[in-house]
C-alpha cells in the first residue's frame, strides 16, 4: 500500500535480478516475492478426510499457487503444447535460409522436436497424434487439441495455458541436455527393472 511508483520500479528491480539469476533457489525466492507484490497475499486452508488425501491436496495447491506466480511473472502462452507448435514456422523459413548442411539438419531435428509435448498429449488421450496434428494445421496459428472435449479449440479461448516462463525453462533445460549429449563420447543410460513381487502359495492344511 505504499507509492505505486516506487513499487512498479521495485518490481522491475526484482524481475531484472530474477533474469539475471541461475540461482534456482533465488530464482525462486524471487518469483514468490513478485508474485505476493502484484497480487497481495493469501492463506489457503486445506483438508480431508485422510493424511494421503490432505498431502495430495497440499501438493496440488502448491503446483497451483506456484503456476500463478510464474503466469504473473512473464504472462501465459497457448497451452497443450500449441505455444511451441507455432514457434515451427520461425525455424522452417530459417533452415531454408541457412547455407549450413549442419544448421538445416539441426534446425529439422528442432522442428521436430517441438511437435513431440503436442504429440505425447494427444497420445496420451488415446487419438492418433499425426491425424490431430494435421487438423491443427488446418485450423490455424493458436489451436490445438482438447484431450477433455476431444476436439480442435482456439486454445486460448478454451482456457488452456502455460505458464510462459515454465515453458521457457523446459525448452532450455531439453536444448542443453541435447547439447550435451551430442558433445560427449559415452552416454549412461540405467533402466531400472520392475520388481517382481512375491507370490505366497498358500499352505495345506493336515487335517487331524
Same mark, same amino acid.
Given at each position: 500500500?505504499?507509492?505505486?511508483?516506487?513499487?512498479?520500479?521495485?518490481?522491475?528491480?526484482?524481475?531484472?535480478?530474477?533474469?539475471?539469476?541461475?540461482?534456482?533457489?533465488?530464482?525462486?525466492?524471487? %518469483?514468490?516475492?513478485?508474485?505476493?507484490?502484484?497480487?497481495?497475499?493469501?492463506?489457503?486452508?486445506?483438508?480431508?478426510? $485422510?493424511?494421503? !488425501?490432505? /498431502?495430495?491436496?497440499?501438493?496440488?495447491?502448491? %503446483?497451483t499457487?506456484?503456476?500463478?506466480?510464474?503466469?504473473?511473472?512473464?504472462?501465459? @502462452?497457448p497451452?497443450?503444447? =500449441?505455444?511451441?507448435?507455432a514457434?515451427?514456422?520461425?525455424?522452417?523459413?530459417?533452415?531454408?535460409?541457412? !547455407?549450413?548442411?549442419?544448421?538445416?539438419?539441426?534446425?529439422r531435428?528442432? @522442428?521436430?522436436?517441438?511437435?513431440?509435448?503436442?504429440? $505425447?498429449?494427444?497420445?496420451? =488421450?488415446?487419438?492418433?497424434?499425426?491425424?490431430?496434428? =494435421? /487438423?491443427? %494445421?488446418?485450423?490455424?496459428?493458436?489451436?490445438?487439441?482438447?484431450?477433455?472435449?476431444?476436439?480442435?479449440?482456439?486454445?486460448?479461448?478454451?482456457?488452456?495455458?502455460?505458464?510462459? @516462463?515454465v515453458?521457457?525453462?523446459?525448452?532450455?533445460?531439453?536444448?542443453?541436455? =541435447?547439447?550435451?549429449?551430442? $558433445?560427449?563420447? @559415452?552416454?549412461?543410460?540405467?533402466? /531400472?527393472?520392475?520388481?517382481?513381487?512375491?507370490?505366497? $502359495?498358500?499352505?495345506? %492344511?493336515?487335517?487331524?
Amino acid at each position: 500500500k505504499g507509492n505505486p511508483r516506487r513499487l512498479r520500479q521495485h518490481i522491475a528491480g526484482l524481475r531484472a535480478a530474477f533474469s539475471d539469476s541461475d540461482d534456482t533457489v533465488l530464482r525462486d525466492s524471487l %518469483r514468490k516475492r513478485i508474485g505476493k507484490l502484484l497480487g497481495g497475499s493469501a492463506t489457503l486452508w486445506v483438508g480431508g478426510g $485422510t493424511k494421503l !488425501e490432505i /498431502e495430495a491436496r497440499k501438493e496440488l495447491a502448491e %503446483r497451483t499457487a506456484a503456476s500463478v506466480r510464474a503466469a504473473m511473472l512473464e504472462g501465459v @502462452v497457448p497451452g497443450g503444447g =500449441a505455444a511451441l507448435l507455432a514457434c515451427r514456422s520461425s525455424l522452417q523459413q530459417m533452415s531454408a535460409e541457412s !547455407e549450413d548442411p549442419d544448421e538445416r539438419a539441426a534446425y529439422r531435428i528442432l @522442428v521436430r522436436a517441438l511437435a513431440e509435448p503436442f504429440r $505425447t498429449i494427444v497420445a496420451n =488421450a488415446g487419438c492418433d497424434a499425426s491425424d490431430v496434428l =494435421a /487438423e491443427v %494445421r488446418m485450423a490455424g496459428p493458436g489451436h490445438g487439441y482438447d484431450v477433455i472435449q476431444g476436439r480442435v479449440v482456439d486454445v486460448m479461448q478454451a482456457g488452456i495455458y502455460d505458464p510462459a @516462463v515454465v515453458l521457457k525453462a523446459a525448452v532450455y533445460a531439453a536444448l542443453t541436455t =541435447a547439447g550435451m549429449a551430442l $558433445t560427449v563420447d @559415452v552416454l549412461i543410460h540405467r533402466t /531400472e527393472q520392475p520388481k517382481q513381487a512375491s507370490v505366497r $502359495t498358500p499352505s495345506k %492344511r493336515k487335517q487331524l
